[in-house]
């Protein structure tokens, strides 16, 4: 959906889908329907509607798509609706423990749970790309010099290409074991304080919070799609339209994990095979499913059908590897001066990209921590209420 306008177009309101339903199972009058005056609790549950909608048309316009800085502003958009939607759930916690709301709210932290070990994978996968970053400085220490090229410099720089290379083969494949052999540590967020809310612990089924040797990036997001469906009439009325922002929280989870696995290295990760779609008549579905389209179009370029990750630094850091082990396969000593200025080109091309994922990886790291321990403690927080 390139070029759509979404600012003036949010969709029918909660206000106007609530009203519907309920008069839907309620038999009333559209002379009721009319004179309906919104409740304090609608306006609440149809502004968290627009935040959602806001976030969302707001990434659709901000910064390169897949990049560092986009994926950030992403989970900076998870975290704000988010604790929005842990307001409504404390602000309403009586009719939370009552039917429809407890299936509903304890089907969405079961598919929280599964979000935790999609942040744990892909801090492994982050933990891959500093393994490039550090390739890429032995390439940049050895050629990036104001003293003239020689052949002991080429010889170490084409090392750490070719280890470079095989790396991000090894991380497409996978078969492979080097590619996954990060996957296999323990590389936890940390356990929850144990002064904290002891008795949290039992609702989790387990406390082993790093993915597993036969863990699936792709089945880990079907398990998080699986039965996904708008919340029926029935539902909403009898949930006061609380049934609606559960499913809004529950498609932006799918979305972000869906998204990080689109874009980082990390085990199987097949993510297309999601089926993920929301429909038109809600105020954010339209931005989101831009989004969702424009991360597809993205993965069916010919030159990232086969790539380990779609973030924007991995396909630059390939290309500039690439680029620079071809040339040096073509240099012959001694070296002219036009081979050695090409050289010192795309040492700088490499510089740039490596700048940039010294400068940005430690930033997303923490905020990819951040939802993992803000998925916990909402779930925590409002399982302990309900108990």
Known sequence: MPGTDFQGSFGRSLLSLRRDQVDLVAGSSSHHNH???P????????????????????????GELLSLEWIGKLLDSFLCCQEEFRAIVFNHRSQISKPPMDRLISD?????????????????????IR????????????????????????????????DLAIGMLD?????????????HRNRSFGRIRESHHHRSI?????????????????????????????????????????????????????????????????????????????????????PVMSLHDKVVEESKRR?????????????????CSRLMNELIDSVHFPLSDDKEIEVKQRVGELVEVHEDLKNGLDPFE??????????????????????
């Open 35 to 37: 004179q309906h005056e």
């Open 39 to 62: 409740s304090n609790m609608e306006v609440e549950l149809d502004s968290f509607q627009r935040q959602v909608a806001e976030k969302f048309i707001d990434l659709n316009a901000s």
């Open 108 to 128: 969405y932290f079961e598919r929280s749970i599964k979000a935790l070990d999609v942040c744990n994978a892909i801090r492994d996968g982050i933990e891959q």
């Open 131 to 162: 393994q490039w970053q550090k390739l890429a400085d032995i390439v940049i220490s050895a050629l990036d010099s104001h003293r003239p090229v020689g052949e002991g410099q080429l010889r170490r720089a084409k090392k750490a290409l070719i």
């Open 171 to 183: 991380e497409k494949d996978p078969s492979s074991s080097s590619g996954t052999n990060l996957a």
């Open 202 to 286: 039992g609702h989790f089924r387990s406390l082993s919070w790093s993915v597993s040797r036969s863990w699936s990036a792709s089945k880990q997001l079907q398990a998080l799609a699986n039965n996904l469906a708008t919340p029926r009439s029935n539902d909403v009325a009898a949930s006061n339209g609380l049934a609606v922002p559960v499913y809004t929280m529950t498609s932006v989870l799918l979305f972000v994990m869906w998204a990080l696995v689109a874009a980082i290295p990390c085990q199987d990760r097949g993510f297309l095979q999601v089926n993920f779609f929301v429909p038109r008549h809600f105020q954010w579905a339209a």
């Open 303 to 319: 030159d990232r059908k086969n790539c380990c990750g779609l973030l924007k630094e991995i396909d630059r850091i390939e290309k």
């Open 366 to 387: 923490k905020k990819v921590r951040e939802v993992f321990h803000r998925i916990v403690r909402s779930r925590t927080e409002t399982l302990d209420s309900l108990c």
